[in-house]
């Protein structure tokens, strides 16, 4: 089992590799977790005293996914290119 985060260039990307572990009933074909988790906020935005918006937050690149793989021991095939490890990480699974 090990769990591992993945950064793609959008969600429709994102999707399809996730698209490609599901039947034709749309079960899951192996055992593992996808938690979507979209993008992060790289610099926190600046508000007034109102809450107006005053600097806009800067969000990363692309579309994050966390894997909870108990199948396998290291990326499935296709899917390592996509591996990131945050430097900063907000979350953690233990």
Request: proline share 4%.
């Amino acid at each position: 089992m090990i769990y591992l985060r993945y950064e793609f260039n959008d969600k429709a990307q994102a999707e399809a590799k996730i698209e490609a572990f599901y039947n034709e009933d749309g079960e899951l074909t192996t055992d593992v977790a996808f938690i979507r988790l979209n993008k992060f906020v790289m610099t926190e935005g600046t508000y007034d005293s109102e809450g107006v918006e005053i600097t806009a937050p800067i969000m990363s690149e692309g579309y994050a996914l966390d894997v909870l793989w108990r199948d396998f021991d290291a990326s499935p095939y296709g899917w390592k290119s996509y591996e990131v490890t945050p430097s900063n990480p907000k979350h953690k699974l233990l």
